[in-house]
């Protein structure tokens, strides 16, 4: 059995013993991880979490953007944001309505950034040229 760790930035979101098997979603699909799987690192993508434990059964949360590591029987994953405690179909919405939006979002603030930079070196270089 594996000891589950999802992390955010700000706190432990979860801590678990007693994992049997986990499933995440990758840039390249979805990933199953056994105890007895070797070590490895995978980047995630915003989706659904699926891990099945002794006392709980198979377990959803929905995960944003971020990393898993595993060593040995840990697995750690750590992400910018998770949701749990809702059915199925209403953490899938959470992904879509919510991750997803927020990448979007992100993205723009980035292209603007660039915008920015690129600009003020343009100036700052015709500046030092005069």
């Known amino acids: 059995?594996?000891?589950?760790?999802?992390?955010l930035p700000y706190k432990i979101f979860l801590e678990k013993s007693g994992v049997s098997n986990i499933v995440v979603e990758t840039s390249v699909g979805s990933m199953g991880i056994l105890p007895?799987?070797?070590?490895?690192?995978?980047?995630?993508?915003?989706g659904i979490l699926i891990y099945k434990d002794e006392a709980d059964?198979?377990?959803?949360?929905?995960?944003?953007a971020g990393v898993l590591v595993k060593t040995g029987l840990d697995v750690i994953i750590s992400v910018?944001?998770?949701?749990?405690?809702?059915?199925?179909?209403?953490?899938?919405?959470?992904?879509?309505?919510?991750?997803?939006?927020?990448?979007?979002?992100?993205?723009?603030?980035?292209?603007?950034?660039?915008?920015?930079?690129?600009?003020?070196?343009?100036r700052f270089t015709e500046f030092n040229h005069e």
């Open 1 to 7: 059995m594996m000891n589950l760790k999802v992390l």
């Open 36 to 46: 007895h799987r070797l070590d490895c690192i995978a980047p995630l993508t915003a």
């Open 57 to 64: 059964g198979e377990c959803y949360i929905a995960v944003d």
């Open 80 to 122: 910018r944001n998770a949701i749990s405690g809702m059915d199925l179909g209403e953490l899938q919405k959470a992904v879509e309505l919510d991750f997803l939006n927020l990448n979007e979002e992100e993205k723009k603030f980035s292209s603007v950034m660039e915008r920015m930079e690129s600009n003020f070196i343009r």
